[in-house]
Every structure is written in C-alpha cells, then in structure tokens.
C-alpha cells in the first residue's frame, strides 16, 4: 500500500505513523529534494540546505515534528522550527524565506488520535504524485549521515507568525472596521494567529475554539461542527461566523442568522468580486466535479466559467498552477487565492470574505444570495465491483434516463472509491425530495449490476 495519500502521510500517531516513520521520512525527503539544480547550486556553494517544520497542537504533534526535525538536521539540512502555525502559514514561509521545503506535522480535521506529515517544495507547492513516490523508495535506500561541522542546525523560527500575519494583512483590499466577527478556530493551529488577525484588521472580534490541550482539535468544534459557532453568532448579534479546521487551511462560515455558507458560495462570492475588480484571470473559476450545481446556474449568469477537476484541492491547484488562474476551490471550504497563497488558506479566505462585506455594505446572507444551493444526495453503494461502474451499459443507460428527466435542473455524479469497494452515487435537483429519488434509483441499479 502506498505511504503518501492524497494529503501528504497520515493515520494514527504511534500506529501508523510512528516516530521512527517521521525521522525516516524527513531523511528520505532530504535524499530527494537535496538533488534539485538550486540545491546542488547551493551546496556547490558551500551552504547547507534549510527546511521550514510546523505542526498543529495535537499532543503527538511533539514528538513527530521532532522526529522530523531529528531526520532533517542528521541529514546535513539546517531546520527552522516555526512551532503551532496554519498549514497555509508553513507554505507561505517556505517561499518568504526562500527555504528548499518545509514539512507540516498535522491530521487537518481528522480527530486527535490522527497526525500526518505534509512536505511542500521550494516556493510552498505541494509535491508531485512522482516526487512523493521518489521519496517514498529513498526511505529504503542510504541516508546522508554527514558529520562534524557539516550536520544540521535546528533554530526557533522567532518571527514566523508574525511575518504570516503581515502578509495576510497586505493582501486586503479594505479593512473590516464596523463588523463583529465570531471565530472559531477548532481549538488548532488558527487559534492564536487567526484572531491577532482579524482584529489587527479592523474586526470586532469574539473567539470560541482556541482553547488547545493537544486532545480536543476539532472536537465538536470547527469547519466540520459548525452548531456552536451558529449559536454564538445568534446569541452575540454578530456579524458572521467563521470556521477553521485543525490545521486552518479551510474556511466556512455561517451568517447572521446562524446559516451555514460553504465553500462554493465563498468562491461564488469571491469570483464576483474578483471579476469585477478585474483580477480573475479569464473570468474564470476552478472547482472540482462535487461543486453544488448552483455555483455553475451562478457562475454563468454572471459570465464566469467553471472549469471542473477531480475530487481532491490538490487536482485544484494543479490546474490553476498549469493555467495561471487566480482562485478554485472545494466545497469543504479549502478556497485558493492563487496570487496571495500556494494553498487553501482559511485565514486569508475569511479575511476576504468579511472584506467583501464591509467593501459592499452587505449582510453575508446578501451575499451569498448570487448563488442558490440546490439540494444535493450523496449514497454510497458498498459491496460492488467499483471499477466496472464507467463501463456497465445498464448502469449508464440508468443514468442517462436521470440525467433526460432532470434537464437543467439537476446533475448526476457516480464515482468509484479510491479506498473502499464502493460506488458513490451523488444526485442533485431542483427539490431534496427529487433528488433523494432518483439517488436510491440509481443505487439499486448500481447494487443489481456491480454486486460482487
């Protein structure tokens, strides 16, 4: 089985991933990424390579960044250690300090239990399927053991917040002055920079989830647990609510009314206004093929196109990487802003997402009316032969008689399972009721075809 998924390495923290992992891991990566023309150019001259390490909060975050700091430094590599910071944080510090590759230690929005290892190159980009896999066969071969004077350093990465929230700062088009904000940062790696932020701002600013003790990230808080965050905003009057994960590289909110707006409604939000300012590269968006309908009835009524990629932020940003395209994104709230970060980023999308509103003098839920969400089924067919799902003739034509009864106003998605042997069937209509019937439809016939 493959060690890298989708996200970097992850799974349960002295199960799967093991201190002993980590310090193999962090050796391997500096085998593979010490090979590039610009390191070979600077140990050519004499300097030793520089890696910026972060984590979450997780308690097992301790051990495993040191592990990986361990890796790094035994391996000749000098290790900045910029402590609890966001995902998107480390990301933009390796291009700030224009570092060789960084490495975050977090599990995102799994549960404490869970930890993972991301490792992004030069300039913040994730790596390559081919590079993690040239990684992964390193961590079997020989490992750089230099020595005296010639091993890694590990410093205190001193400043590191500090710089983030500068730069997130600089990326405002106005201030947020006049707006109550209810953060909720999931008791993660946001729960400290994420309300200097928003105040430094210009916010009011009240904050729940930023109480960390290593065990509780995303504990019924965050992106994922949005009930306490629409509670406060109700109870406090506030403007509108916004929720990070574990590691702070989602966004979602809720408006005034205790509402949830996930992501395709941010990204709706944003590509108009982007359009409008003139920097939305192409009048066009990036989202994944899971993306509510309603973002691409919206996206068209206002001369935006869509461009669709697989399921996954990662297919996102290599689509906007390859085409140079200023914002896409998923509907979990992982938003890319490609021209102030090489990742999703929850800061720096609900820092833009509350601009817009002081910018418009609009309530969030005005805002978010330029797209409607149409209502959305998703079934998992279990026990089926998954990968006979693209070509079984009764199972298209079931979902071509779908597809004619719906028209414009619905889509039909089947999708095998990457982990599992199962068939996701996701339906999408005009009314719930429709679009439950024709899910189960579909499933039964998935159920009959594929059985294994």
Same mark, same amino acid.
């Given at each position: ?34 090979? %590039? ?66 490495? !975050? ?98 916010? #009011?600013?009240?904050v729940i989830g930023a109480d960390p003790d290593g065990m509780n990230i995303n504990d019924g808080v965050g992106s994922t647990h949005l009930d306490q965050l629409a509670e406060a905003v109700i109870r406090l009057g506030a403007d509108v609510g916004i ?30 206004? !982007?359009? *409008? ?21 919206? !996206?068209?009524?206002? %001369? ?13 940003? *290599?689509? !906007? ?8 994104? #998923?509907?979990? %709230? ?21 601009? *817009? ?90 159920? #009959?075809?594929?059985?294994?």
């Open positions: 089985m493959a060690l890298f998924g989708t996200d970097g390495v992850r799974g349960l923290a002295n199960g799967i991933l093991t201190a002993d992992l980590a310090l193999s891991l962090a050796q391997a990566t500096a085998v593979v990424l010490g090979q %590039g023309r610009t390191a070979e150019a600077r140990k050519a001259q004499g300097k030793r390579l520089t890696a910026v390490v972060a984590r979450d909060p997780r308690v097992s975050g301790e051990f495993l960044a040191a592990a990986v700091s361990a890796g790094l430094a035994s391996s000749g590599v000098d290790v900045l250690d910029a402590g609890v910071i966001p995902t998107p944080a480390l990301a933009f510090l390796v291009a700030d300090r224009d570092a060789d590759f960084g490495v !975050m230690v977090s599990a995102s929005h799994n549960p404490a239990p869970d930890n993972g290892i991301k490792i992004f190159a030069r300039g913040g980009v994730k790596l390559p399927d081919v590079v993690e896999q040239r990684i992964e066969a390193a961590m079997s071969g020989e490992k750089l053991l230099p020595t005296g004077a010639s091993v890694g350093r590990i410093q205190r990465f001193s400043d590191a917040e500090d710089r983030y929230v500068v730069h997130l700062l600089g990326s405002l088009p106005n201030q947020l002055d006049g707006l109550h904000v209810v953060l909720d940062c999931a008791n993660g790696a946001a729960s400290g920079v994420s309300p200097e932020t928003f105040r430094d701002a210009g916010a #009011e600013v009240t929720a990070h994960d574990g590691d702070a590289d989602r966004c979602l909110a809720v408006d005034a009314d205790g509402k949830a707006i996930d992501g395709d409604q941010i990204m709706a939000i944003l590509a108009i206004a !982007m359009k *409008e300012r003139g920097h939305l590269t192409d009048d066009t968006l990036v989202a994944t093929v899971m993306s509510n309908l309603g973002l691409h009835v919206a !996206m068209r009524e206002h %001369g935006i196109t869509v461009r669709q990629t697989a399921v996954g932020d990662r297919y996102v940003l *290599e689509d !906007m990487n390859a085409n140079g395209y200023a914002l896409g994104g #998923e509907q979990s %709230g992982h938003v890319i802003m490609s021209e102030f970060a090489t990742t999703g980023d929850g800061l720096l999308t609900g820092l833009h997402l509350v601009a *817009e509103m002081a910018h418009q003098k609009k309530t969030l839920a005005e805002l978010a009316s330029v797209m409607t969400v149409y209502p959305q089924v998703l079934t998992n067919v279990p026990g089926v032969d998954k990968d006979r799902v693209a070509d079984d003739h009764g199972v298209q034509e079931a979902v071509r008689t779908v597809e004619q009864a719906l028209g414009d106003t619905g889509r039909v998605l089947l999708r095998k399972s990457g982990t599992e042997p199962l068939v996701r069937v996701m339906v999408e209509a005009a009314d719930a009721e429709s679009a439950q019937g024709y899910a189960q439809q579909l499933a039964d016939v998935v159920k #009959e075809r594929l059985a294994l």
